[in-house]
């Protein structure tokens, strides 16, 4: 495998997670009442989709293809999302559980690519960029969490 095939293809995981997760928050302003946290959803999403534009850039500037859609795996997680607050009437901590347990999934996943150390820089300094946001978003869902609670 070529060494810019490998890197698109490592980009291209985290472009689905992305995807994954803009949804993910999407479907979680559907799913609460509170006015403070459709907003710090909207932001979240927002800043996937930024993360998304410029991960596709990446791989387009290395002459591949990026992906264009979500895993399956993340559509389940949205789709248990969904069902769990049916269950649970909506309950806005429950779904803020599930917002951190995606997040800490993403940031595993940021985690074991930058361990790689064959990356370009311009890549290496726009995954920690990525990371820190999702870490920091980790940490305000944590104080949403404990608000609701």
Partial sequence: MK???E?????????EKNYDAEKGYINAINNVASSD???FFKRRAT???????EL???????GEIPTDSGSF???MHRNWMTLKSTFTSNDEEAILEEAIKGEKA??????????????PPSIDSLLI??????????????????LVS
């Avoid at 890197?7 to 472009?15: D, F, Q, R, V, Y």
């Avoid at 800043?47 to 534009?53: G, L, P």
């Avoid at 820190?132 to 969490?145: F, L, P």
């Fill in 7 to 15: 890197i698109s293809n490592k980009l291209n995981e985290l472009l």
């Fill in 73 to 75: 795996k993340g559509t």
């Fill in 106 to 119: 993403s940031l595993e996943e940021y985690n074991e690519i930058l361990k790689e150390r064959n990356l």
């Fill in 37 to 39: 946290l459709k907003m």
């Fill in 129 to 146: 960029k990525h990371k820190n946001a999702i870490q920091a978003a980790i940490n305000t869902e944590k104080v949403h969490e404990e």
């Fill in 56 to 62: 596709r850039t990446e791989i387009l500037q290395y």
């Fill in 47 to 53: 800043e996937r989709s930024e993360f998304a534009k």
């Fill in 3 to 5: 060494y810019t095939e």
